[in-house]
């Protein structure tokens, strides 16, 4: 899941590059956050384990040391929080991942000294309230990410 992804921002980096308009429109946050992404994804080719627990960590190492610009360091730190609400699970559920996710958001939150609405913050907010919402639903990942996709796109 974490290549498809970047295979994705990758292909879409330009388009987030143009979208980024607020607080700063500085034309390259697809880009940071793919760096960011592709460091992750080396990290988590090299770690050799099949353990999400073990995968996340992979990721928030990766996605930290690799960290570019403002939104890759935000985005390391969404993946550090996940890693931190996952930790010492070796597969996940619909309750596991809503937790990962929220405790993403407040680890990102944290990391930030001024953290504003209307950026990336706000979406991950909206998207980790949505799987926590579903995830008390439903035991079903397809449902809860969903969920986690149209947060996503309303925010």
Known sequence: MVVVGANKLEENKKMVDEMNVF???????????????TSAVKEVLGSGSD????LAKAVSSGALRG???NSGVILSQ???????GIKGSNDINAVA??????????????????PKEGTILTVAKGAAQAAVEEALKTDDMVEVMQAVVRAGEET
């Not at 353990?51 to 073990?54: H, N, T």
């Open 78 to 84: 969404l993946f550090r929080g996940f890693y931190k």
């Open 51 to 54: 353990s999400v627990s073990d």
């Open 97 to 114: 991942f809503a937790t990962g996710m929220q405790k993403g958001v407040e680890t990102a939150y944290k990391a930030v000294m001024k």
């Open 23 to 37: 607080p700063v429109p500085d034309g390259d946050t697809g880009t940071n956050m793919s760096l960011t992404v």
């Open 67 to 69: 960290a570019r610009g």
